[in-house]
C-alpha cells in the first residue's frame, strides 16, 4: 500500500453501521431526555452567565443578541449535518468518525486531533467562568474571598497565581465521568433543569427592569481600543459572533455518546436538534433582557448576570442565579470532559494513538485513563491561563470541525444517495453550504474596503490562528511517525 492510500483509507459507513451494533465497550444507558440533557448541559452555560454580558460590554452592545443569531444560524446549519450523521452513523468519535466515513484517515486524525484539544479546552474555558460565579457567591452569602494568589490565572488580575476552584472543579468531574457515566448522566440532567430553571428566572424577573433606553444605540459606533483593534459598529458584532460561537455549539458532544445510546439512530438526531432549539430561544431572550437592564459597559464582569442584578439591587435574585449558574456551568463541563475522553477513546481504539487509552475500567465500564489524563490537564490550564486566551483558540477549532462535517453529509449523499438516514438534513444543498461559509465567515471575518485600504470585520485573532497551526503540526508528526503505522483499518 502506497503511502498516500494509507493516508486516504476509510471505514465504509457500511462497515462503521455493522459495527455499531456489534460494539461491546460501553453500556446503553442514555435515552432521549439524558442525551437532550447532555446537549444543553453542553450549549447553555458561559455562554448565558458570561460570555453574552462581556461581549456586549466589549464589542457589539445591546447588538450581541444579533451575534448570536449570525453564530446560531452557522450552528444550526451543522446541526442538521451532525443529526443525519448521527442517525446514520451512531458510533462514539462524532465528527472524526464522519470524517473517516467519508473524507479518509488522514482527515479523520486531523479533525479528531483538532477536537481533542478543543473539547479540552472548552472545559478549562468553563471552569474559569464556575469560579467567578463560585467566588462572587461565596462572597455575597459569607463577606469571606480566597486569596488573591488562589483567584485567577496570572494576568486576570492584581496578585493573582493560579485559580484554584477552577482547577478543582476539573478534577471532579474527571472523577465523576470515570466512576460511572449513568450517574454523571442522572446528575447532569438535574443540574440542567436547575440551569433552565435558573435561565427562566433571569428573563421572567429581568423583563420588568428593562429599560429600552438602554438598547440605545442599538449598534453603538465602531471604536478603535487600546489594543489597536476595532471595537463595535458592524466590526464589533461580527467579533462578537466569533466569540460567542463557544456558546452555540455543544450539541455535538452528545454523538461522542452514541455507542452509550439505548436507541441511537433514533434519539440522537432529535438529541441534537432539541438541544439547539431550546438553548437559542434561551440565549436570545438573555441577551435582550441583560442589555436592557443596565448600560452595556456596566456587563464587564467575571459574572455579567450577577452585576446586572446587583445593579438593579435584586439581592435574592443574585443569590439564586448564582446558584444556577454554579450548576449550569457544572452541567457544560461534564458534556465536553465526556466528549473529549470518548474521541481520545475512538483515536486509540483505531490505533491512531496508542491502544493502552483504549482500554475501559474493568468495574466502571468508562474510559478511565483519557478521562483522569483530560482532568489533570484541563486543571492546569484552566488554573494558569485567562479565560479569553483560551475562549479563542476554542472557537477555531470547533469552527474547522463544522467545515468538515458540513461538506462531508453533501459527499455521502452523492456517493451513497441509497443509504439509509434516520434523519435527513432539509434543503441540503442550501444547508450546508451555508453551514462552509458561515464558518468561514467567523473564522477569517468578511474583507471590506475602509478608508486605509483593505480590512477585515470580525474573524478571529492571529495570535489564535498562530496556536492553533503549532497543534495542528504537532498532531501531524504524531500521525505520520506512528499512526499511519498501527492503524488497525486494514487488520
Not at 476595532?230 to 455535538?252: E, I, N, P, Q, R
Not at 464587564?300 to 448576570?305: Q, R
Not at 474583507?447 to 492553533?468: C, K, N, Q, S, Y
Request: glycine share 10%; aromatic share 10%; with cysteine.
Amino acid at each position: 500500500m502506497t503511502f498516500l492510500s494509507r493516508a486516504l483509507r476509510h471505514k465504509s459507513v457500511e462497515q462503521l453501521q455493522s459495527e455499531a451494533g456489534q460494539r461491546g465497550d460501553f453500556r446503553r444507558v442514555l435515552g432521549l431526555w439524558q442525551l437532550t440533557a447532555i446537549g444543553i448541559g453542553a450549549i447553555i452555560g458561559v455562554g448565558v452567565f458570561v460570555l453574552a454580558g462581556q461581549q456586549a460590554a466589549a464589542n457589539a452592545g445591546p447588538a450581541v443578541v444579533l451575534s448570536f443569531l449570525i453564530a446560531g444560524v452557522g450552528s444550526a446549519c451543522a446541526a442538521l449535518s451532525y443529526a443525519e450523521f448521527s442517525g446514520m452513523i451512531p458510533v462514539t468519535g462524532s465528527a472524526y468518525t464522519y470524517g473517516y466515513a467519508v473524507l479518509g484517515e488522514l482527515v479523520a486524525w486531523i479533525i479528531g486531533w483538532d477536537l481533542l484539544l478543543e473539547y479540552a479546552l472548552i472545559v478549562a474555558v468553563v471552569a474559569i467562568g464556575w469560579s467567578g460565579y463560585v467566588q462572587a457567591l461565596l462572597l455575597q452569602l459569607t463577606g469571606l474571598s480566597l486569596p488573591a494568589w488562589a483567584q485567577g490565572a496570572p494576568g486576570s488580575g492584581d496578585g493573582h497565581v493560579f485559580n484554584v476552584i477552577a482547577a478543582a472543579i476539573s478534577l471532579l468531574i474527571a472523577w465523576m465521568l470515570t466512576v460511572k457515566t449513568e450517574w454523571g448522566a442522572r446528575a447532569n440532567t438535574a443540574i440542567v433543569a436547575i440551569k433552565v430553571i435558573g435561565v427562566v428566572l433571569v428573563i421572567g424577573v429581568g423583563a420588568f427592569y428593562v429599560d429600552t433606553a438602554n438598547w440605545h444605540p442599538f449598534i453603538p459606533a465602531a471604536t478603535s481600543g487600546a489594543d489597536g483593534e476595532t471595537h463595535f459598529g458592524w466590526s464589533g458584532v461580527l467579533t462578537a459572533s466569533s466569540v460567542v460561537f463557544f456558546a452555540v455549539f455543544g450539541y455535538d458532544t452528545l454523538t461522542t455518546a452514541a455507542e452509550e445510546s439505548r436507541n441511537p439512530q433514533r434519539d440522537l438526531p432529535r438529541a441534537v436538534l432539541l438541544s439547539l432549539v431550546v438553548s437559542m430561544v434561551l440565549y436570545l431572550a438573555v441577551s435582550m433582557v441583560l442589555t436592557g437592564m443596565v448600560p452595556y459597559p456596566e456587563l464587564n464582569s467575571p459574572a455579567p448576570v450577577d452585576a446586572a442584578f446587583k445593579a438593579v439591587h435584586l439581592n435574592w435574585v443574585r443569590g439564586v442565579i448564582n446558584v444556577a449558574a454554579i450548576a449550569g456551568i457544572t452541567s457544560v463541563l461534564f458534556a465536553f470532559m465526556l466528549g473529549a475522553a470518548r474521541i481520545w477513546f475512538a483515536l486509540a481504539r483505531d490505533g491512531l494513538l496508542p491502544t493502552w487509552f483504549a482500554k475501559v475500567h474493568p468495574r466502571y465500564g468508562t474510559p478511565h485513563r483519557p478521562t483522569m489524563i483530560l482532568g489533570v490537564f484541563t486543571a492546569i490550564v484552566a488554573g494558569l491561563l485567562p479565560i479569553g486566551e483560551v475562549a479563542e483558540l476554542v472557537n477555531i477549532g470547533t469552527l474547522s470541525a463544522f467545515i468538515v462535517i458540513c461538506t462531508a453529509v453533501l459527499i455521502l449523499r452523492v456517493r451513497k444517495p441509497q443509504i439509509k438516514r434516520a434523519f435527513r438534513t432539509p434543503a441540503i444543498w442550501i444547508i450546508s453550504p451555508l453551514g462552509v461559509l458561515f464558518s468561514l465567515l467567523l473564522i477569517f471575518g468578511v474583507p471590506w474596503m475602509g478608508v486605509h485600504g483593505w480590512h477585515r470585520i470580525g474573524g478571529l485573532p492571529a495570535i489564535t490562528f498562530e496556536r492553533f497551526v503549532i497543534w495542528m503540526v504537532l498532531g501531524c508528526v504524531i500521525y505520520f511517525c506512528y499512526g499511519i503505522r498501527h492503524s488497525k483499518v486494514d487488520d
